[in-house]
């Protein structure tokens, strides 16, 4: 592969972790109860992936913040029409299908 089309890669795996992160912070706030310490391990999960992105999110912001609110606008565009019965699913399913994704790029 050649350089930029890492870079590509990189940039939207990055903003799909973020992206992912948002709705867990919806998922963490609901007063639903999920099985299996859900909330309490994807939270212990979003500090590691945090610590590690966190300096790659800063470059990116300071190369062409302009490139990542783009890249952001048409992955939370695309999300925002997702209807899955109530809200609460919904974030859910959304946070699902971000990971899901991540997972298929590696």
Same mark, same amino acid.
């Given at each position: 592969? /050649?350089?930029?089309? !890492?870079?590509?890669?990189? &940039?939207?795996?990055? %903003?799909?972790? +973020?992206?992912?992160? $948002? @709705?867990? !912070?919806?998922?963490?706030?609901?007063? %639903?109860?999920? #099985?299996? /310490? @859900? #909330?309490?391990?994807?939270?212990?999960?979003? #500090?590691?992936?945090?610590?590690? $992105?966190?300096? &790659?999110?800063?470059? &990116?912001?300071?190369?062409? !913040?302009?490139?990542?609110?783009? =890249?952001?606008?048409?992955?939370? *565009? +695309?999300?925002? #029409? %997702?209807? @899955? *019965? !109530?809200?609460?699913? $919904? /974030?859910? @399913?959304?946070?699902?299908?971000? =990971?899901?994704?991540?997972?298929? =790029?590696?």
């Amino acid at each position: 592969m /050649s350089k930029e089309r !890492d870079t590509v890669h990189l &940039l939207r795996a990055v %903003v799909k972790v +973020s992206t992912a992160l $948002t @709705f867990l !912070d919806e998922i963490i706030e609901q007063k %639903v109860y999920h #099985k299996f /310490s @859900f #909330k309490r391990e994807s939270n212990k999960w979003s #500090k590691v992936i945090e610590m590690h $992105t966190q300096e &790659l999110m800063n470059v &990116l912001v300071q190369e062409n !913040d302009k490139l990542l609110m783009e =890249i952001y606008e048409i992955i939370e *565009g +695309s999300l925002n #029409k %997702v209807q @899955f *019965g !109530d809200p609460e699913k $919904t /974030s859910l @399913f959304c946070y699902y299908v971000m =990971i899901k994704v991540l997972s298929m =790029i590696y």
